[in-house]
């Protein structure tokens, strides 16, 4: 979600600029779709768009080689994952890593809103993420740029690796 008044702002002043759009990031997925381990699904309105997070860590190094090196002067960059999924995607990729089944289960908004506060999130930030879920679900996330991928020198970590590795579904070896 793009603050177009911002970027035609800093564009139009005259200044040295870079601009670094942040898709949604995998460290929250979870929020957004509500708790899958505590609801034994992923719980979102329906939609058919799919979201290209990425991960913090992947954000952060392209963040780092923006500032250190030279050539990044008055260009925008979309920053994405290497791939979109949807929440259907996600709930089955879920699933294969904890080796439980987690359908993806579609709701309606106040249902989802409902869900949320009923789980201790305050009305002021359900609506925020509903706003999200709306962007992702009309595919406004859905855009793999290569601009990250670009700006790191190799593939960003891909939603599924992101849940082998860092999501309470990770099964932990012995």
């Known amino acids: 979600m793009s603050d177009l008044f911002a970027e035609q702002t800093l564009k139009a002043s005259g200044l040295d600029y870079t601009i670094l759009r942040n898709p949604p990031y995998l460290e929250v997925i979870n929020s957004f779709s509500g708790d899958a381990l505590k609801f034994g699904s992923v719980r979102v309105p329906k939609g058919s768009g799919k979201v290209s997070a990425a991960s913090l860590d992947d954000l952060a190094a392209a963040n780092v080689a923006v500032l250190t090196e030279n050539g990044h002067e008055n260009k925008s960059y979309t920053l994405s994952g290497s791939e979109g999924s949807s929440f259907e995607d996600i709930a089955a990729a879920l699933s294969e890593i904890s ?9 309606s908004e106040t249902e989802y809103i409902d869900t949320m506060v009923a789980n201790g999130l305050p009305v002021h930030m359900t609506d925020f993420l509903l706003g999200w879920m709306r962007a992702i679900n009309t595919g406004e996330f859905s855009e793999t740029s290569g601009d990250l991928e670009r700006l790191i020198g190799r593939k960003p970590m891909s939603y ?3 849940f082998k590795i860092k999501s309470p579904f990770s099964k932990v070896e012995d």
């Open 160 to 162: 599924k690796e992101f």
């Open 99 to 107: 080796e439980i089944n987690i359908p993806y289960e579609a709701i």
